[in-house]
């Protein structure tokens, strides 16, 4: 959460790093709560998108230029009430970061999963024809068993055939996979800095 990574260094990590835009997924924190516990981010606009039960999921995006437009969820009430989705419009493309719901332990919750992906891939075919998209986040899912440090991971949540399957479809869409750590830095203008 949040508060969790204000206690462990993050404004200082911000303050030394400078990165244009930064996406946080799991914030963990009610909209009443922002003023309260979360300072304002210097230099940096913030944008949250928490979820209706405090405590639970949630994105934010902190980033160096205004937005032209955001948008709150992906349009589906049953997924939004969940704080899943934020997507900044910027003059070149869009930025959409997610933090997918968890199949669970026993896959209790798959079918929930499923229909969030649909809703997702949905909300970024909207978006595709206009101009880029970057989506970045927690997608809970590991596409291949090269993902996985464990042999015989299909009974771990993000690791069923049909979250697998869920991700390559959107991965169809056009999307290229960039990890984390080979990423050092994009700058809001699109070039690698």
């Given amino acids: 959460g949040i508060r969790s990574i204000l206690n462990k260094g993050f404004l200082d990590w911000l303050s030394e790093t400078g990165p244009d835009v930064i996406c946080l997924q799991e914030t963990k924190i009610s909209e009443h709560d922002l003023e309260q516990h979360v300072p304002c981010f210097s230099g940096y606009s913030?944008?949250?998108?928490?979820?209706?039960?405090?405590?639970?999921?949630?994105?934010?995006?902190?980033?160096?230029?205004?937005?032209?437009?955001?948008?709150h969820g992906?349009?589906?009430?049953?997924?939004?009430?969940?704080?899943?989705?934020?997507t900044a419009e910027f003059d070149r493309f869009?930025?959409?970061?997610?933090?997918?719901?968890?199949?669970?332990i026993g896959y209790t919750r798959l079918p929930f999963r499923l229909a969030w992906e649909e809703a997702l891939?949905?909300?970024l075919a909207t978006l595709l024809p206009q101009k880029p998209v970057i989506l970045c986040g927690d997608l809970n899912v590991a596409h291949t068993s090269?993902?996985?440090?464990?042999?015989?991971?299909a009974e771990f949540p993000g690791c069923s055939s049909e979250e697998r399957a869920a991700f390559q479809t959107l991965l169809d869409l056009g999307f290229i996979v960039i990890e984390s750590h080979m990423l050092t830095a994009l700058r809001i203008d699109g070039h690698a800095g």
């Fill in 121 to 123: 891939r949905t909300h």
């Fill in 74 to 86: 992906i349009g589906s009430p049953e997924f939004d009430c969940e704080g899943r989705a934020l």
């Fill in 94 to 104: 869009f930025l959409v970061n997610v933090y997918a719901p968890n199949s669970q």
């Fill in 146 to 153: 090269l993902d996985v440090g464990i042999t015989d991971a």
């Fill in 46 to 71: 913030s944008y949250w998108h928490s979820a209706e039960r405090s405590g639970y999921s949630g994105v934010a995006i902190l980033t160096k230029q205004e937005p032209h437009n955001l948008t």
